[in-house]
């Protein structure tokens, strides 16, 4: 099968419907979502490697996401979908239930005058919907060169009983991580000589949100 752009790129729900991406290929074995994907660089080598794993980016700005949607065609990888939406909106409210595997958020908006923090993706609401939509040990990688906003993401995950920090964090990415699996942020920022702060958090088995304290 040869793709062409528009077999890559899919519409978002409308109003009051709800998304399960699993229908898309029913024969592949779990689905991830990253949430920002930009030009889809990190998105391609993730779906290259692991072809029986259905991808979902999600790219609000129109350019990236026609960049993305036409960079999957060309190598014709048949195990992603591109999005354009409000990443917001489509976690919070368009998103089945325990439908998810892993979701990537990599470099998110960090809005960083105070005035502006309410614009931020990470919200107490925001990450309750992550645990509603993602399967039972289902994991949120969450990936910034922000350090306050950083700070603000694991205080919110902290927050939310059924989520569990994995590990130390954060970690400061190594220059060891090959540059093609890293996003175009990233590669963009450690030219910088940004650092990039990096954590993931494993959602609790069973849908008690209560699990989260015996862990």
């Known amino acids: 099968m040869t793709l062409v752009t528009q077999d890559v790129m899919v519409a978002p729900p409308a109003e009051g419907e709800i998304l399960d991406a699993r229908m898309w290929d029913t024969s592949l074995s779990s689905v991830e979502i990253e949430i920002g994907c930009g030009k889809g660089g990190f998105l391609l080598e993730q779906a290259r490697s692991r072809p029986d794993v259905l991808f979902l980016g999600v790219e609000w700005?129109?350019?990236y996401y026609k960049f993305a949607a036409d960079r999957m065609a060309r190598w014709n990888v048949t195990n992603v979908r591109i999005?354009?939406?409000?990443a917001a909106v489509l976690v919070r409210r368009q998103l089945v239930d325990t439908s998810v595997s892993v979701?990537?958020?990599?470099?998110p908006d960090p809005w960083p005058k105070k005035r502006h923090h309410k614009r931020r993706l990470f919200q107490p609401e925001f990450v309750d919907a992550v645990w509603r939509?993602?399967?039972?040990?289902?994991?949120?990688h969450?990936?910034?060169d922000h350090e306050e906003y950083f700070a603000w993401i694991v205080d919110v995950l902290r927050r939310q009983d059924g989520m569990r920090q994995i590990g130390d964090?954060?970690?400061?990415?190594?220059d060891d991580v090959p540059e093609s699996?890293?996003?175009n942020f990233e590669i963009k920022y450690r030219r910088e000589g940004r650092s990039i702060y990096r954590a993931s958090w494993l959602k609790c088995g069973g849908d008690d949100q209560s699990l989260g304290r015996e862990l």
């Not at 999005?83 to 409000?86: A, E, G, H, L, V």
């Open 61 to 63: 700005a129109n350019k």
């Open 83 to 86: 999005m354009r939406t409000d």
């Open 103 to 107: 979701m990537h958020v990599y470099h």
């Open 133 to 140: 939509v993602l399967v039972p040990e289902g994991r949120l």
């Open 142 to 144: 969450v990936q910034t």
């Open 169 to 174: 964090g954060p970690v400061v990415r190594s």
């Open 181 to 183: 699996l890293r996003t």
